[in-house]
T-cell receptor, first 115, second 112 residues
């Protein structure tokens, strides 16, 4: 089992550009969540997808959008990049929806640097 | 709103020392509480999970007890090793789904 895989591992973009990050969940998992981890901070919840719909959203602007595909993989899109978007972006997957007792498995993240 | 506060680091210990990292939370009702560990260059790994008051969880020598009366979930280990050097995050989850609210993290450095 490959676990949660994210691509790319590192990315450098210019301010104002758009970026797409990808995530494949752990086998058997159908819920995908995205988090932003700024340097020296804890991860901040961006949004969560289940059955190809956004189910929960954190306090992030509309520049952050996502998608989930029928095979449960997911993309995170960020438009009009700002320097402050530089961070480690983490994807987490879990089985099912609505269960507080389920464990979220994290990928190794994509390090985005905006210059 | 819901939030997690954990002690600021870095925490520097010698091998075999006792470890405590404090974590308190603010939330209504009964959230699930977690400790995650992040080794350098890696993602987060679940270390401990508690879903109800008075749950005492243990894993890899680490322990934490869900204390509703003090809204706390402190992490302890009786004898740390160099390999325990990492960043430790306390987190809570409440409501449908598994959206996690994290503390800022505590960096632990253990020297031999």
């Amino acid at each position: 089992d490959a676990g949660v895989t994210q691509s790319p591992t590192h990315l450098i973009k210019t301010r104002g550009q758009q970026v797409t990050l990808r995530c494949s969940p752990k086998s058997g998992h159908d819920t995908v969540s995205w988090y932003q981890q700024a340097l020296g901070q804890g991860p901040q919840f961006i949004f969560q997808y289940y059955e190809e719909e956004e189910r929960q959203r954190g306090n992030f602007p509309d520049r952050f959008s996502g998608h989930q595909f029928p095979n449960y993989s997911s993309e995170l899109n960020v438009n009009a990049l700002l320097l402050g978007d530089s961070a480690l972006y983490l994807c987490a997957s879990s089985p099912g929806w609505g269960g507080m007792n389920t464990e979220a498995f994290f990928g190794q993240g994509t390090r985005l640097t905006v210059v | 709103g819901n939030s997690v506060t954990q002690m600021e680091g870095p925490v520097t210990l010698s091998e075999e020392a006792f470890l405590t990292i404090n974590c308190t939370y603010t939330a209504t009702g009964y959230p699930s509480l977690f400790w995650y560990v992040q080794y350098p260059g890696e993602g987060l790994q679940l270390l401990l999970k508690a879903t109800k008051a008075d749950d005492k969880e243990s894993n890899k020598g680490f322990e934490a007890t869900y204390r509703k009366e003090t809204t706390s979930f402190h992490l302890e280990k009786g004898s740390v090793q160099v390999s325990d050097s990492a960043v430790y995050f306390c987190a809570l989850a409440k409501g449908a789904g598994t959206a996690l609210i994290f503390g800022k993290g505590t960096t632990l450095s253990v020297s031999s």
